[in-house]
């Protein structure tokens, strides 16, 4: 049987923290990252570690996918330690955070490891996690350090 691409829709903090789980150890290209600013959008491509496969069964095989992450009705974007210049760098993904604004906008901020964050201001959280294409396999499980 062939495996679902996954899709996810968050409207909730809830429901972006779940979005933000599945992406935990994602890869992005600073190239493959775009403000929309006409459309209110923002657009980020990665290459998402599937953990829900690892936590299947300890036979199965460590698997990346190109996935979509895309936030709507944004009303501004703001990067800290990401070099706009060099597009080639790549980005650590870590967590999504949310907290309502004073004006009772959404601040999402996107981090990632290095201290590098993409700051979102948007009127309501819709954003959507969206697979492309098939799956690969990858040698490298990402390992994290208990504190």
Do not use: C
Not at 83 to 112: C, H
Not at 131 to 141: F, R, S, V, Y
């Amino acid at each position: 049987m062939k495996a679902k691409n996954l899709k996810l829709i968050a409207r909730t903090e809830d429901d972006l923290r779940v979005v933000s789980a599945h992406l935990q150890d994602s890869i992005a290209s600073v190239s493959d990252i775009a403000n929309l600013k006409k459309n209110k959008i923002f657009l980020m491509q990665l290459n998402r570690f599937m953990w829900e496969d690892v936590e299947k069964g300890v036979f199965r095989k460590n698997k990346r996918i190109r996935t979509i992450l895309k936030f709507e009705n944004v009303l501004k974007v703001v990067s800290k330690n990401i070099s706009q210049v060099q597009k080639e760098n790549f980005l650590d993904f870590l967590a999504i955070e949310t907290n309502k604004t004073r004006d009772n906008n959404y601040e999402m901020k996107i981090i990632f490891a290095g201290d590098s964050i993409i700051r979102i201001i948007s009127e309501v959280i819709e954003v959507t996690l969206d697979d492309q294409g098939a799956a690969w396999d990858t040698k490298n499980k990402p390992k994290h350090k208990v504190l």
